[in-house]
């Protein structure tokens, strides 16, 4: 399952790819036969383009939140993290998530993973299907048996992991890191699911599927 799935979001990332590039060839030419150059327009790979949006994310856009105390030894405070969206798309899921540490000397700053009990590079979330007995992992590159489930990967275990790595990023009092993750798409007909993203930390429940 995880195997058909991740070759379809390579698949997908390949044509995104090729789209991308420009087209092979001369241009068009003028009476002498030399190439004319072709005139500035908002298609040009040349020209910078503004982001469709602003996708900024924000604690109040989060639908369901959950607050626990750091984890590691390197801080004393509380984490905030919010579940933002599960989309499916395709053979894909894609689930968005942000963390907020708060610390008690606000002052300090720490890397993500010590703020966590099990620090690494990459963040593994879970997304579990308990109605049909199902657990749907992120697809990485490996098949060493102590690398799979959720949880976090490190050193040449995150390697092709579809996760972004989070565990470096330098994380301030009060400012929001947002994790990404892709999954397969759920086998069958289903709206909600459980969502497991910190080891030790509790669920978010009933978590919505958007398509």
């Not at 072709?38 to 469709?52: C, K, L, V």
């Not at 369901?64 to 993290?81: H, K, L, N, R």
């Not at 099990?118 to 102590?146: C, I, M, W």
Request: net charge negative; proline share 7%; charged share 20%.
């Amino acid at each position: 399952m995880v195997s058909r799935s991740l070759t379809t979001i390579i698949g997908l990332t390949g044509v995104l790819a090729l789209t991308g590039c420009g087209t092979l060839g001369g241009g068009p030419q003028d009476d002498s036969g030399q190439e004319s150059p072709e005139p500035a327009s908002e298609e040009s790979p040349d020209e910078p383009r503004e982001p469709a949006e602003d996708v900024t994310l924000t604690m109040d856009d989060a639908v369901q939140t959950i607050t626990y105390p750091i984890q590691g030894s390197f801080a004393e405070g509380e984490v905030t993290m919010g579940l933002h969206s599960l989309e499916v798309v395709d053979d894909a899921m894609l689930l968005t998530v942000s963390f907020m540490p708060e610390y008690e000397d606000p002052s300090e700053v720490h890397l993500f993973q010590n703020l966590h009990s099990l620090g690494s590079t990459t963040l593994l979330p879970v997304v579990n299907d308990r109605e049909n007995l199902k657990a749907y992992h992120v697809p990485r590159q490996t098949t060493n048996q102590f690398a799979q489930g959720g949880g976090w990967l490190g050193g040449s275990f995150a390697t092709g992991a579809w996760a972004s790595p989070v565990g470096d990023i330098e994380a301030q009092h009060g400012e929001l890191i947002t994790h990404w993750a892709y999954f397969p798409a759920p086998e069958d007909d289903i709206d909600t699911v459980d969502v497991a993203v910190v080891p030790g930390v509790q669920e978010f429940q009933d978590v919505e599927i958007q398509r």
